[in-house]
């Protein structure tokens, strides 16, 4: 009889393991893997990115779409940084084209390499100053469509894939045309004038700008809402991607995140003290003969291989244009209508590295309007290898313009000249820089205006 009753137990246990196993089991069983897959409805007709705007050649632009047409691309660019707002940018293997959708957070499901059919039947095509969009109608202009009807026009197809995003062309700032518009596009080589700033200012989307080897600029736009936003611009030079946009025939770059700016070098969150120092070590050059001449005016100054930052205020020397006769190009700084926010300036403008040598001369003009303080002064800065390095030297004696060579609303240049040799220590080999400060107070009453032109070191 016991071994009867050992024989049950026996059983019973391998039956309750049994029923435990199939429960740990499917406790544990992976759930379906759900593939979206769209499938074009009959009547449909799939049309290319390229295609859909070529039925609008001329803007400006804003229309119904009445036709029973689809396009496809995959997400380059989602509202995840927050640099986007309520858009996601697709993009196929003809061109690229924004989405306008009063909806947030759509990166939680448009995800970067994700397949979008869209529905364009019942949306409406328009431009928002020359950069064409997908939307609907808002007031009389293209807008954004309601977050009720999303779901009705974007259909997903297939997991996304990072690694199907299409590449970044490579593209040179001269050579971008309206076709690379809402496309991912790469810059190399490239630098940011403010650099040590950042991205954006606290009140405003901010306009920065980048710069290529020949001169030539372009905006960079970043939101104040972007996650990146109070980051600093790093220093030297790399690549920038971004997606391509245009206002009134400027172009214009959307990052969608700092991983989009390549190969730079770190910087802090900008001078803070009496000096700034180069965006970057680069290869000196012999000798310098700068006129401005290709500078624009009330711009500030972007000139390859030069430094233009501030360490005071948020004003930078900028680009001026007299109109003669005869006409001349030259650079300015001022207090002058400073605001709260500026109120005290400090303004570099930095030379290039030029190769030193004990027959340099350093020329240079100066001119100052509406006196009321000193408010200009040379240095020269040696030993630079990079970041905060090197000794900035002020230059004294100097030929500059003062209080005895202006009048109210005049304007009388003033050559100086002073051979480099009185100033570096004897010995010394490498590169020098010259840097241009103005300073300026406008509560205190320092608001001179200074011109500065035919910078020389040769």
């Not at 024989?7 to 406790?27: E, H, N, R, T, Y």
């Not at 500030?300 to 930052?309: C, F, Q, Y």
Request: proline letters at 5%.
């Amino acid at each position: 009889m016991k071994r009867i009753h050992l024989q049950i137990a026996v059983l019973i246990s391998f039956m309750m393991m049994a029923v435990i196993g199939a429960c740990v089991k499917g406790d544990f069983d992976e759930p379906p893997l759900n593939v979206p897959k769209f499938v074009l409805p009959a009547g449909a007709t799939l049309k290319t990115i390229a295609d859909l705007k070529a039925l609008y050649p001329t803007l400006p632009v804003l229309d119904s779409i009445e036709s029973n047409i689809y396009i496809k691309g995959r997400v380059v660019a989602n509202d995840e940084s927050g640099n986007l707002y309520k858009k996601l940018v697709i993009q196929d293997e003809t061109a690229g084209i924004e989405l306008e959708l009063d909806q947030t957070s759509l990166y939680t499901i448009y995800h970067p390499g994700q397949m979008i059919y869209v529905k364009c039947q019942g949306m409406y095509i328009g431009d928002y100053h020359g950069y064409l969009q997908l939307g609907a109608l808002y007031q009389g202009a293209i807008g954004r469509l309601a977050s009720v009807f999303v779901k009705d026009h974007l259909k997903l197809d297939s997991l996304p894939n990072p690694n199907l995003v299409p590449a970044a062309k490579v593209v040179a700032i001269q050579a971008i045309s309206n076709a690379d518009n809402s496309t991912l596009v790469k810059f190399t080589d490239v630098k940011f004038v403010e650099s040590g700033q950042p991205y954006a200012t606290t009140t405003a989307t901010t306009n920065r700008t980048i710069l290529d080897n020949t001169g030539k600029l372009l905006t960079v736009r970043t939101s104040n809402y972007a996650t990146f936003a109070s980051a600093a611009i790093p220093g030297g030079k790399g690549t920038v991607i971004g997606i391509m946009g245009v206002y009134d025939g400027t172009y214009q770059l959307t990052l969608r995140d700092t991983t989009d700016v390549i190969g730079f070098t770190p910087v802090g969150p900008g001078p803070t003290g009496d000096y700034v120092y180069p965006d970057a070590v680069i290869s000196p050059i012999a000798s310098l003969n700068e006129h401005f001449a290709t500078v624009v005016t009330n711009t500030d100054i972007a000139l390859p291989n030069w430094t233009v930052k501030y360490s005071k205020g948020t004003r930078n020397w900028q680009g001026k244009t007299f109109a003669g006769p005869p006409t001349e190009e030259y650079a300015q700084a001022t207090s002058y209508g400073s605001t709260n926010v500026d109120a005290e300036n400090a303004m570099w403008l930095v030379t290039p590295a030029v190769t030193y040598s004990a027959a340099l001369n350093l020329t240079f003009k100066t001119a100052s309007t509406y006196w009321t303080h000193d408010g200009i002064s040379v240095y020269i800065l040696t030993g630079y290898t990079g970041g905060t390095t090197g000794t900035w030297t002020k230059i004294e004696g100097l030929t500059l313009a003062n209080q005895a060579s202006s009048t109210s609303g005049t304007s009388n240049w003033i050559t100086g000249t002073t051979p480099l040799s009185a100033i570096v220590p004897s010995g010394y080999s490498g590169a020098i820089y010259i840097g241009f400060k103005y300073t300026g107070n406008k509560p205190a009453g320092q608001t001179t205006t200074y011109r500065l032109d035919d910078v020389s070191i040769q």
